[in-house]
T-cell receptor, first 113, second 115 residues
């Protein structure tokens, strides 16, 4: 079985500042993928960033980057220069050998103008 | 990126009726699609995995006779909620997997309200 844990139900950040969302996971698979998804009020799931477990280099996508610590099974998301449009639910997710995706319970991010 | 559509976006039905939700991959072929259910302020819970040309694989606790899934083509999967009851009211989301990237693309979701 695979599990994903997000321990921060809610976070807030001032506009233009940086915030880090935490995620830990567990899996018995040696080959897996990790994702961060954003769900705005429209409820459309949007992929923010993905990380292949075999890659040591942390993934980055513009203002979004991850800190992937494989030994610690940690996968945090850093959002730099936060914008009002970043306000949303953020879900950490894991896809293991059977391709099923397991989601964490989510972190609600509020961006303060 | 790949686009997945869902129809309808919102449906209201009477208790005891059946409702069909369609999930389409618009610009790619998806051998595997997934159906999720999301309650308010909660995460996505996988209901079933839909494989083209074969029977769907349901997660533990999901009634396969109540939630009928058909994946008749490489671009279309349907979820039929049979004999719907108010407790079936929820947000249903489908996704389609892009095989070469082990990545899922999500539909916009369907809000089902059973009166």
């Amino acid at each position: 079985a695979q599990t994903v844990t997000q321990s921060q139900p809610e976070m807030s950040v001032q506009e233009a500042e940086t915030v880090t969302l935490s995620c830990t996971y567990d899996t018995s698979e040696s080959d897996y993928y990790l994702f961060w998804y954003k769900q705005p009020p429209s409820r459309q799931m949007i992929l923010v960033i993905r990380q292949e477990a075999y890659k040591q280099q942390n993934a980055t996508e513009n203002r979004f980057s991850v800190n992937f610590q494989k030994a610690a099974k940690s996968f945090s998301l850093k959002i730099s220069d936060s914008q009002l449009g970043d306000a949303a639910m953020y879900f950490c997710a894991l896809s293991g050998g059977y391709q099923k995706v397991t989601f964490g319970i989510g972190t609600k991010l509020q961006v303060i103008p | 990126g790949a686009v997945v559509s869902q129809h309808p976006s919102r449906v209201i039905c009477k208790s005891g009726t059946s409702v069909k939700i369609e999930c389409r991959s618009l610009d790619f072929q998806a051998t595997t699609m997934f159906w999720y259910r999301q309650f308010p302020k909660q995460s996505l819970m996988l209901m079933a995995t839909s494989n083209e040309g074969s029977k769907a694989t349901y997660e533990q606790g999901v009634e396969k006779d109540k939630f009928l899934i058909n994946h008749a083509s490489l671009t279309l999967s349907t979820l039929t909620v049979t004999s719907a009851h108010p407790e079936d009211s929820s947000f249903y989301i489908c996704s389609a997997r892009l095989p070469s990237y082990n990545e899922q693309f999500f539909g916009p979701g369907t809000r089902l309200t059973v009166l």
